[in-house]
Every structure is written in C-alpha cells, then in structure tokens.
C-alpha cells in the first residue's frame, strides 16, 4: 500500500530553523504532486506549501513563502520542507500529503511529525 513518513520534527528556539522531510512509498512519485500542511491544537488544517511532479513550481500561501522552502528529490522518492525564522505560531503537526484534497480515496497522509517553537 501506499505509505508516507515524515521525519526531522523536534523542539526549536523561536527564530531557529528545521528540515522537515517526507518519503513515499509507492509507484509513481514523479507524477504526484505533494505537499505539506501543518494543525495545532484547537485549530483547523491549514495548507502550507505545495509542489507540481517534477519540482519546477513550488507554491505557498502569502504567510509562508518568506520563511519556508518546499523541494523534491524524485530519485529518491522524498519531499522536504525547510522551516526558517521560526516562530511559537508555527508549533503544530505537520503532515505530508499527496492526492486531491476532498476526494477520499485519491488522499494519502502521512502520520504527521510534531514541531515545538518554544523558548
């Protein structure tokens, strides 16, 4: 079955950075678009960056291009998340992604890795 772990969470100091990164188990990644998105508790899920199947156009929301890099390295299968500036506000589980978000049974998540911005 199709799987996807994330790694590289941990606990940072406000302002540190953190590489965050995604391998998928499963046929096809270069075809796939992925992405990252991130939930705290008592908030919804929200969207934090994306990339098309061959790593050509990286896109994020407004509130995250300035800080955080998405990248791909399809010959081994692995998407990866660069966190810098970090700020308390960033503290959630992060979960990679891929498939069409509202159609069930194209979604794939990972378990998610927990980053804590704390002082």
């Known amino acids: 079955q199709v799987r996807l772990v994330e790694s590289g969470g941990g606990v940072v100091q406000p302002g540190g950075s953190l590489r965050l990164s995604c391998e998928y188990f499963g046929d096809s990644f270069n075809t796939l678009a992925m992405g990252w998105f991130r939930q705290a508790p008592g908030k919804e899920r929200e969207f934090v960056a994306g990339i098309n199947w061959s790593g050509s156009s990286p896109f994020y929301p407004d509130s995250m291009k300035d800080r955080f890099t998405i990248s791909r390295d399809n010959a081994k299968n692995t998407v990866s998340l660069q966190m810098n500036s970090l700020k308390p506000e960033d503290t959630a589980v992060y979960y990679c992604?891929?498939?069409?978000?509202?159609?069930?049974?194209?979604?794939?998540w990972g378990k998610g890795t927990q980053v804590t911005v704390s002082s």
């Open positions: 992604q891929t498939g069409i978000i509202g159609i069930p049974t194209t979604e794939r």
